[in-house]
Structures are given as C-alpha cells and as structure tokens.
C-alpha cells in the first residue's frame, strides 16, 4: 500500500496510508488530538481535517485552545445560528456571518416586516442546541459562479455577493464568503447551506458553548440607504469554563460601563439638546480632569516640551496643504464660508504646530523642538458609532509633536516610549502591549534609508523597555511607522491609548527646513505622540479600569467627615479646615439622618475615606477611619497621623 509522509511542527514526521486526512494524523498521534482537533494547517493554508493530505506536506492540527481553533469555532458557530433562525423564521433571508473579537454574529431579513428582540434569543438558543445534539457534519462543496447564482437565486444578499466577485467589485468583507473564480459552501443538513471559504469545525457537536447576547439593527453594506437588517450577536468558546469566564468580565464589565456610573457619580452627561457624541462635564468630573490635565502640564514641562495653543478651525488651504481633506474628509464637519475663505473645525492639531515651527528659521541647535499642546478636536463620527466618551465627535488631545533630524530618532523614540509608560503607570496600569506597524507595500513616501532607520529606532525603544510587541508588517500610514500601546485594565481588557508615529509627509507638504551644522538646508522628521488618546477617552478607561474607585489622588472627594451627632460639628469644622488647608478635598455629612444610612451613602459615592467623630475623638483628638474597600474600621487615629499617610498616598498616587 502506498504512503504519504507529513512532518509536523516540532520537526517530527508520521507515515500514512495514501489518502488519509488529517482527521487521521489526529487519530494517529493520539485520542486526545483526534477529539480536540478542529481543523489543520497544511503548508501555510488552513484546511479542514477531511482533506486528504499530501507527501511531504507540513501540517500543524488546530485545536480549541490556538487563536485559529476559538476562530473556527466562531465562525461555525454563526453558521449553526443561521440554520436555527431559518428552522425558526421559514423565508428569512441571511447576509453575511463573520466570527468578531470574542464571538460572532450574523444579518437577517426576516419575513413580512418581522423584528426579533433579545426575548426570542433564547428559542434561537434551544434550537441550536438541538442541532449540536444532532452531530450534522459541516460539508465542503465547490461550484462555478453560473451554478452558485442559481443555488443562491432565492437570496438575493448572497447573490450581491458573488455578482460583485464576477464583476470584480466585491468589497473585503466578502473575503469570508468566497474568493476566486469557483464558489464555495458548506452544508451540514438536508435543508441548511451557506456560502463560505470556511474552513470549519467537523460537526455541529463541536459547538456546545455558545451563548447568544443581543439583537440590533445593522444597515446592508453599512449603507443608511440600503435595508435595515437584524444582526444577532453571540459568543462561542472551546469549553465550559472559558464561556463562564467571558460572561463573568461581561457581567463586570456591565458593572463598569463608564456612561452609567458618570451618571450616578454625577461626573459627565450627554445630554440631548447637544447631540450625539457631545458631553459636558460636571464639577466632580471637572476635578478630576483637571487633576489628569495638571499632572500631563507638569511632566510635559518638567520633559522639556513648550507649550503652544491653537484655534478651534482653520481656513482649507492648510487641510488642502496637509492632506486632510485628500485623506479625511469624511471624518471632518462641513466647511464654512465666511470673509470669502472655506473654514473648517480642525479633526486634528498637527499642522498648527507645523505652523509653529515654520513661524521661524530653525538651526539644528534648535532641535529636538518639543511642542505640546491639550488641543480639542472635532471629527464628524456617525451617530452610531459614538460611544460615550470612548468615541465622541468632539475631545480634546494631548498632543505633542517633535521635530528632530534623522540622527536624533533613535535617543528621542526611547525617550519617549519612557515618558508614555511612566505616565500610563502613574495613573494605575502596569500591564503593557505594543504592536510597530511597519512600511506599507504598495504605497508610502520617504526614502527607504529613513524607513529602515525609523523603524529600527522604534524597535531598539520597544526592546530597551522590555516590552512585549507584535509587528504589524505594513501596518503603517504612508508616512511612516508607529508604535502603538495597549493597557489592559482591572478585569483583562485591552485598550489602544498611546500612539508615537513618525512622519516624513508633513515636514514635505510644508516645506520645512532646518540649517544643518555644515550649513546647508536639510528637512527635519516629525513624530507625532498622542499619550493618553483623547482625555475624554482616557477619562472612560479609567472610570471603567477603577470601577468608579479612583485613587486617592484623582478622586473628586478624598475625605468625608461624619459627626456622630450635632454637639460633635464644633470639631468637625476644625478638621475641615485643617484639610483643606492641607489642600484634601473633604466635604462634610452633618448629623442630619442616622449614622449608619450616611456612611452607606458616602461608601457609594465611592469616597476613599469616611471619617466618624464621636465624644472620646473630640476629647482625644483622633478619628474614626472607614478606609473604602477595607470591613473594620481603624479607630482612634491620631489627625497628625492621618494627614501624614493620605500626603503620602497622594504623593506616591497609591
């Protein structure tokens, strides 16, 4: 009998009878792998596990536990979705079901006007559940694009698709559905197909733990003009435990959505009259922003950055001249014609302090120029999309732009990979990821010399830090590449906050210039670092990050006091006093209900410390010290002693 010989990742190889498939090299190897596997890699191409395989072929079997297996799993889960809703909904109509970040999810159009709310989730769930049950094996087929027009001829979403294929028009997010000059489906029951370049998991009995979330409403194409359709969103995981630990950040991250408690900790509203994705903030949220925006002046000019304030809009020649208005339009507000000009509300900062660095000849004495700014920005975000403050059409950045020469890019992209992992530790996170997006392929301007050179500066920042990254080969703007940084909060989500980019473009565009030490006029290099994003933005990370239990530091009140009763509001006047002359923010609680309803309150205005007065405090001079997070309370606590630990905590920002 003849035999194929494959090699697998840790440089062994396995002999097979001619025709096996990697379902078989599972089996071989062992019971474990062949009930785990999902799919397989074969030379580069992930493929499923009825493919026959090769000689010679170098395969690597995929299980629930590799990002790959949780992404098959979630894209046959979409699928699995689909067939329950169409068992449910005869004559529905189905778009497209992509696996996202952490699940998956797909359109529908369903019969006569019909519209699901999250009540029928879970029919949808119980049905499912019955086709895992029924172990249908997810089948492979592939046709031309004549035959896949007339199998698909009763869906017409589907049928956009493959025309927009043959006529070569078909956008990326078809990329799931089918590639090329065939069509592809899959099949895993008598009256359920779809189209997909899959691959997929062997059978639906591999789909136990999916949980549907919620029902919206997505536009065909994202086009308001197209079909509102309904967009079914679930998770799906590889075991029980991991679906429980999802819905368990779920249910905290529920707990700490930024938008409710700005509310009820009276920080930030949105209200209606001012339109979407406009905030205003509040006193106690004011103080809060303030104290963030006070801290980033004083390292920004402790740093060796100076301070430069630009308006609010500007007339077109300067987005003309910067590119904006070739490359971002559609993210800016409509022009404005006043005096004759077209003015525009500026989505950006950086050519006002191009417009400060050419206000004057520079020498290279001059450089690195260091320019800061906490510069507010509008970018025209639709209504949809905005989310609070982590996605709003009007915020303010704090920005810096660096012009230096070529030679100083690696010094000046270390330092300031420092400064922006100090800052970001300063207010809490110590848990870091970096991606370097490096020169795109097709289409990026400056010389390859300063590309590998700026690259490679960004690389040697990341590693003299010791940071973890990833590369993102191509993954830079055309002028040029960047370091972006993740935080990951109290409960293990990523956020994206920190940005250093070089910039070749603009230093062109503008025609800047600098005398070099020999005399001659050389184009300087601009980097551009946004540290915290958006203050806004930063603000709603941390509120979610502390669950609204901000440190000592930043919190709007740092300590309430509460006298036992009235005959007691004699020395608490002289503790408020003696804080705010320390400069603590304190507030007091007078004796106006019972002891145990104030300390409630204050514990759920999130306050760090409540401080109870009685008789033996007032006679000993001490306090009674209710420390938030912390069941007994520290009593007889000297004043002195008191105001020494919160100086130091404040000091430290513990």
Same mark, same amino acid.
């Given at each position: *009998?003849?035999?194929?010989?494959?090699? /697998? $990742?840790?440089?062994?190889?396995?002999?097979?009878?001619?025709?096996?498939?990697?379902?078989?090299?599972?089996?071989?190897? &062992?019971? &474990?792998?062949?009930?785990?596997?999902?799919?397989?890699?074969?030379?580069?191409?992930?493929?499923?596990?009825?493919?026959?395989?090769?000689?010679?072929?170098?395969?690597?079997?995929?299980?629930?536990?590799?990002?790959?297996?949780?992404?098959?799993?979630?894209?046959?889960?979409?699928?699995?979705?689909?067939?329950? +809703?169409?068992?449910?909904?005869?004559?529905?109509?189905?778009?497209?079901?992509?696996?996202?970040?952490?699940?998956?999810?797909?359109?529908?159009?369903?019969?006569?006007?019909?519209?699901?709310? #999250?009540?029928?989730?879970?029919?949808?769930?119980?049905?499912?559940?019955?086709?895992?049950?029924?172990?249908?094996?997810?089948?492979?087929?592939?046709?031309?694009?004549?035959?896949?027009?007339?199998?698909?001829?009763?869906?017409?979403?589907?049928?956009?698709?493959?025309?927009?294929?043959?006529?070569?028009?078909?956008?990326?997010?078809?990329? %799931?559905?089918?590639?090329?000059?065939?069509?592809?489906?899959?099949?895993?029951?008598?009256?359920?197909?779809? *189209?997909?370049?899959?691959?997929?998991?062997?059978?639906?009995?591999?789909?136990?733990?999916?949980?549907?979330?919620?029902?919206?409403?997505?536009?065909?194409? %994202?086009?308001?003009?197209?079909?509102? /359709?309904?967009? +079914?969103?679930?998770?799906?995981?590889?075991?029980?435990?991991?679906?429980?630990?999802?819905?368990?950040?779920?249910?905290?991250?529920?707990?700490?959505?930024?938008?409710?408690?700005?509310?009820?900790?009276?920080?930030?509203?949105?209200?209606?009259? /001012?339109?979407?994705?406009?905030?205003?903030?509040?006193?106690?949220?004011?103080?809060?922003?303030?104290?963030?925006?006070?801290?980033?002046?004083?390292?920004?000019?402790?740093?060796?950055?100076?301070?430069?304030?630009?308006?609010?809009?500007?007339?077109?020649?300067?987005?003309?001249?910067?590119?904006?208005?070739?490359?971002?339009?559609?993210?800016?507000?409509?022009?404005?014609?006043?005096?004759?000009?077209?003015?525009?509300?500026? $989505?950006?900062?950086?050519?006002?302090?191009?417009?400060?660095?050419?206000?004057?000849?520079?020498?290279?004495? #001059?450089?690195?120029?260091?320019?800061?700014?906490?510069?507010?920005?509008?970018?025209?975000?639709?209504?949809? @999309? =905005?989310?609070?403050?982590?996605?709003?059409?009007?915020?303010?950045?704090?920005?810096?732009? +660096?012009?230096?020469?070529?030679?100083?890019?690696?010094?000046?992209?270390?330092?300031?990979?420092?400064?922006?992992?100090?800052?970001?530790?300063?207010?809490?996170?110590?848990?870091?990821?970096?991606?370097?997006?490096?020169? $795109?392929?097709?289409?990026?301007?400056?010389?390859?010399?300063?590309?590998?050179?700026?690259?490679?500066?960004?690389?040697?920042?990341?590693?003299?830090?010791?940071?973890?990254?990833?590369?993102?080969?191509?993954?830079? @703007?055309?002028?040029?590449?960047?370091?972006?940084?993740?935080? !990951?909060?109290?409960?293990?989500?990523?956020?994206?906050?920190?940005?250093?980019?070089?910039?070749?473009?603009?230093?062109?565009?503008?025609?800047?210039?600098?005398?070099?030490?020999?005399?001659?006029?050389?184009?300087?290099?601009?980097?551009? !670092?946004?540290? *915290?994003?958006?203050?806004?933005?930063?603000?709603?990370?941390?509120?979610?990050?502390?669950?609204?239990?901000?440190?000592?530091?930043?919190?709007?009140?740092?300590?309430?006091?509460?006298?036992?009763?009235? =005959?007691?509001?004699?020395?608490?006047?002289?503790?408020?006093?003696?804080?705010?002359?320390?400069?603590?923010?304190?507030?007091?609680?007078?004796?106006?209900?019972?002891?145990?309803?104030?300390?409630?309150?204050?514990?759920?205005?999130?306050?760090?410390?409540?401080?109870?007065?009685?008789?033996?405090?007032?006679?000993?001079?001490?306090?009674?010290?209710?420390?938030?997070?912390?069941?007994?309370?520290?009593?007889? =606590?000297?004043?002195?002693?008191?105001?020494?630990?919160?100086?130091?905590?404040?000091?430290?920002?513990?």
């Amino acid at each position: *009998m003849s035999a194929v010989t494959v090699s /697998l $990742p840790d440089g062994s190889s396995r002999e097979l009878p001619s025709g096996s498939t990697a379902a078989d090299l599972a089996a071989d190897i &062992g019971p &474990g792998l062949a009930k785990a596997a999902l799919i397989a890699v074969v030379d580069g191409t992930e493929v499923d596990l009825d493919v026959p395989l090769t000689d010679g072929a170098t395969v690597a079997l995929v299980t629930g536990s590799d990002d790959a297996g949780l992404h098959t799993i979630r894209h046959s889960a979409a699928h699995l979705m689909a067939q329950a +809703i169409l068992d449910l909904h005869p004559g529905a109509r189905f778009a497209i079901g992509p696996p996202i970040e952490h699940g998956f999810y797909y359109d529908f159009d369903l019969p006569d006007g019909k519209t699901l709310s #999250d009540d029928d989730l879970e029919a949808i769930e119980k049905r499912m559940k019955e086709l895992v049950k029924a172990d249908q094996p997810f089948e492979r087929h592939e046709i031309s694009i004549e035959e896949a027009l007339e199998l698909f001829k009763d869906e017409p979403y589907k049928l956009e698709i493959i025309e927009g294929v043959r006529s070569g028009g078909a956008s990326s997010e078809d990329a %799931g559905e089918l590639s090329g000059d065939t069509v592809s489906y899959y099949r895993n029951s008598d009256t359920f197909l779809d *189209m997909c370049t899959g691959p997929h998991v062997p059978s639906t009995s591999k789909l136990e733990h999916v949980k549907l979330m919620k029902v919206a409403g997505a536009y065909w194409r %994202g086009d308001e003009k197209r079909p509102m /359709l309904q967009r +079914i969103y679930g998770t799906a995981w590889a075991n029980k435990k991991d679906l429980k630990a999802h819905l368990h950040r779920l249910e905290e991250a529920e707990k700490r959505d930024h938008r409710r408690l700005a509310r009820e900790m009276d920080l930030v509203s949105w209200p209606d009259e /001012l339109g979407p994705g406009l905030a205003v903030w509040h006193p106690k949220g004011a103080v809060i922003r303030k104290l963030m925006e006070d801290y980033s002046r004083d390292r920004h000019e402790n740093g060796g950055y100076e301070f430069a304030y630009s308006p609010h809009l500007a007339k077109s020649v300067l987005w003309e001249t910067s590119g904006h208005l070739d490359f971002y339009a559609d993210g800016m507000y409509p022009p404005m014609e006043m005096d004759g000009a077209t003015y525009y509300p500026k $989505p950006m900062n950086c050519p006002f302090h191009v417009m400060v660095y050419k206000s004057d000849q520079r020498s290279y004495r #001059d450089l690195p120029m260091r320019i800061f700014e906490l510069g507010t920005v509008y970018r025209y975000e639709l209504s949809g @999309a =905005v989310h609070g403050l982590m996605r709003s059409r009007g915020f303010t950045q704090d920005d810096s732009h +660096i012009f230096c020469t070529r030679e100083m890019i690696e010094d000046e992209l270390a330092s300031l990979l420092d400064f922006v992992l100090s800052v970001l530790r300063a207010f809490g996170f110590e848990d870091f990821q970096a991606k370097l997006s490096t020169r $795109p392929e097709e289409k990026s301007v400056g010389d390859d010399e300063i590309w590998e050179s700026a690259t490679a500066g960004l690389k040697a920042a990341l590693e003299k830090q010791g940071l973890d990254y990833v590369v993102d080969e191509g993954g830079g @703007a055309f002028y040029g590449p960047k370091i972006d940084v993740d935080v !990951r909060d109290a409960i293990g989500r990523a956020w994206q906050l920190s940005t250093i980019q070089l910039d070749f473009n603009l230093p062109d565009r503008f025609d800047l210039e600098y005398v070099a030490a020999d005399g001659e006029r050389k184009q300087p290099v601009m980097i551009h !670092r946004a540290l *915290m994003g958006s203050i806004e933005r930063f603000f709603g990370v941390l509120i979610e990050h502390y669950a609204g239990n901000f440190p000592a530091w930043l919190a709007p009140t740092q300590i309430k006091i509460l006298p036992v009763a009235e =005959v007691h509001d004699g020395y608490v006047d002289e503790l408020y006093a003696m804080f705010k002359e320390q400069g603590f923010r304190v507030a007091v609680d007078p004796a106006n209900d019972g002891l145990g309803k104030r300390v409630r309150n204050a514990k759920i205005e999130k306050t760090p410390y409540v401080l109870v007065v009685g008789d033996d405090d007032v006679e000993n001079r001490t306090l009674g010290v209710n420390k938030r997070g912390v069941q007994d309370v520290d009593r007889d =606590v000297p004043v002195d002693d008191f105001i020494a630990m919160l100086n130091e905590e404040i000091e430290t920002k513990a």
